[in-house]
Structures are given as C-alpha cells and as structure tokens.
C-alpha cells in the first residue's frame, strides 16, 4: 500500500508514544481515549485535527530528544514555561502555536531566563 501525503506514519506516532512515555499519556495530552491511540497504532488514521497535533507533537519532541533525556523533555514539554508567559509547551503545541514552542526551547537551549 502507498502511503498517502495526509497520512501520519505509524513510526512518528510510535515515536510520540514512546517518547511521552505511553498511550494513555499520548492520549491525555490529545485528549481523546487511550483506544483511539491503539486504534491508530493499529493502522486506523487519525483525524486531521489529531494528526496536525501529533505532526506537532513528534517535531519538538525530535528536538528536544537533541537535548534532554526522555524524562526531562516530557517534564518541559508539560510544564509551565516562563518563556511562554507561564503556559505548558504542549497547549501551545495543540494550538498549532509550534514556533513559539521552539522559540522557547531555543531560549532553554541558550539558558536564558525569563
């Protein structure tokens, strides 16, 4: 089967899974049931809205990956920012704000404070 452009590959998914260490966690951060994280990773396609998320989701945990155990990534990516005016990384991630994210790790990466 060839895969189509909108689809979102398994592996990314499984990469998101792993590295914010489970499904139910994957799910709670989407905010759908854990089942649909199986059912993804069982062949179904997410919808739009929850691949754009999980697009998201696997670029900056790549980028943090660079940088932090697995571990310290997820504390970031759930924990209040300073350089995002006290927001969590990933509610920006869910809003389609990624370059703010990025901008945030860049300023981590510099050990800047806010």
Do not use: C
Request: net charge neutral; proline share 4%; glycine share 8%.
């Amino acid at each position: 089967m060839i895969a189509h452009e909108t689809e979102f590959p398994r592996a990314k998914l499984q990469r998101v899974v792993d590295q914010l260490g489970g499904q139910s966690a994957v799910a709670d951060v989407l905010g759908v049931h854990r089942s649909r994280v199986s059912r993804w990773l069982g062949g179904d396609q997410p919808d739009p809205d929850n691949q754009a998320k999980l697009e998201g989701l696997e670029f900056v945990l790549a980028r943090l990956s660079r940088r932090m155990a697995p571990a310290t990534a997820r504390k970031w990516l759930t924990g209040i920012n300073a350089h995002l005016g006290h927001r969590r990384p990933v509610d920006l991630i869910l809003h389609n704000r990624i370059a703010e994210v990025l901008a945030a790790l860049e300023q981590a990466e510099l050990d800047s404070y806010a």
